[in-house]
């Protein structure tokens, strides 16, 4: 059995453990008390919202409000990010495939190359870290994400390949991959979305490595190519920037993104479409709308990879197991005429679905209410926000929205 089974049952064992103390102290270690939700929060089968009052029961059982905080900060920042990466995608659609900013390592862009080469992708490149971080990702559906940032900082920079080959990589097998927190961290990773390139040594691997890699490898005496200092690597791999390199550059949706328009009457027999991001009995549609008839629709070119890229079959089966505890009828073909049919035989005077990240969900929702009213539907927030009008949090960087964000999820634990 895989280490994650789809489906609320198997979500809900993993929320009961959460350990914020330890979580706190041993997250960035390959072997520390990380939760393992993010699959299931990924796909809505746990809400945000869920995990967060979740760790807050948790935490009221410390005496101060201060003592909650300390204990607790990290897993809710963490639970933050999740928030930050979905409300810039949203923002984005598609954009979140293109560099948000130039890149910082002194390389044009036209220096990597735009396809992952055949010895990272089979694991096969004879260094043991990374080839233990490829098969990893490729056999379970899951890396901890100290091994993401080094297996992407090594596509990027070692082997100078383009983010998106590696995203998409990523997106084909993480079982809680989506593009938004995927593709912005891959960003991050290559200082498209940060100040400088994140690169990593071998002090760094063998301090959070938990010993796995280094003594095991071949060139673990010679060859080690992140066997030297921090300076000696930015030397190594990068150029000096100009000293008129751009910064920060203020980010805009790109053309087309937005939610779907949503109906504005009341509908007595709604299709409910339930899509990959609310697999969980938190869906709005399915709480509004009990006993509706409802679909989900396996397409063969899914939604949340970019298109193109199929899906590995450990997530094919995570999304059928998530399924199985949902009452939704399973349809296949492509999403637009596969919901307008199952409308049309439904007797349904329109279709109900639930808000997304992905820009493509949205896009298929536009299209559908061109013929059809749709009702897009929002799942409880994880924090009281505004998103693109009067009030907004500032999304240019995590830290600015946090400053927003971080005293407003506290005033609801009473600290």
Known sequence: MSSWPGGR???????AAIDPARYGASRNHLDGAVTGLSPYIRHGVLTLAEVR???FTRLARLETASQRRRTGERLIAELGWR????????QLGDGIWHDREPLRTGHPAAAYAPELPIDIATATTGLACI???AGELQQTGWLHNHARMWLASYVVHWRRVRWQAGARWFLAHLLDGDPASNNLSWQWVASSFSQKPYIFNRGNLERYGAGRHCDRCPLNRRGCPFEASYEQLQERLFRPLPADAPTVQPGGASPGSGPAPTATTTLTRPLLWVHAEALGPANPALRAHPGA???FVASSDPPGTGGGVPLAEGRRRFLRECLTELPVAVLEGDEMP????AAAAAGADGIVTSRAVDPRIEAISRELAQTLPVQV?????????????????DLRRFSRYWRRAEPLVWSQAGG
């Open 338 to 341: 596969v919901l307008r049919q």
């Open 293 to 295: 008839r409802a679909v």
């Open 9 to 15: 049952r198997a979500a809900d064992q993993r929320l």
């Open 53 to 55: 009052d979740a760790v």
């Open 131 to 133: 080839d233990a971080f």
């Open 83 to 90: 928030d930050y990466w979905q409300r810039l995608g949203r």
């Open 377 to 393: 539907l929002n799942p409880e927030a994880f924090v009281d926000l505004p998103e693109g009008g009067p009030g907004s949090p």
